[in-house]
């Protein structure tokens, strides 16, 4: 699994390589940033999803004063998402195949 490509080229893995050695790494949280990365809530198994995506609608919005912000929405919901942040210059929607908003998992 890769974390992060400095190069920002692919995500394609080649044969004998580290993710080191390819350019990716987990930078901390204080490291200088471009953007903040949020997970669409989706799964009523473990959010209110209503008022959770609401929240989250907020965080983002804050966060895009200072930074880009990408939203990740799995299949079902990501027109939803378009649709909320269709209005905000700064937030861009990804479909991402996701069972959760817990995006540690995915990237």
Request: aromatic share 14%; no cysteine; proline share 7%.
């Amino acid at each position: 699994m890769y974390l992060l490509n400095t190069k920002m080229t692919t995500f394609k893995q080649k044969k004998n390589n580290t993710p080191i050695k390819d350019g990716y790494h987990m930078p901390s949280e204080l490291e200088p940033q471009q953007a903040t990365w949020l997970g669409w809530p989706s799964n009523k198994g473990t959010f209110r999803v209503g008022p959770a995506q609401v929240a989250i609608a907020a965080v983002a919005r804050f966060i895009s004063k200072y930074q880009d912000v990408h939203i990740v929405a799995p299949p079902h919901t990501w027109t939803k998402a378009v649709e909320y942040f269709k209005n905000d210059k700064n937030i861009f929607v990804t479909e991402v195949v996701s069972d959760d908003n817990w995006l540690r998992q995915h990237f």
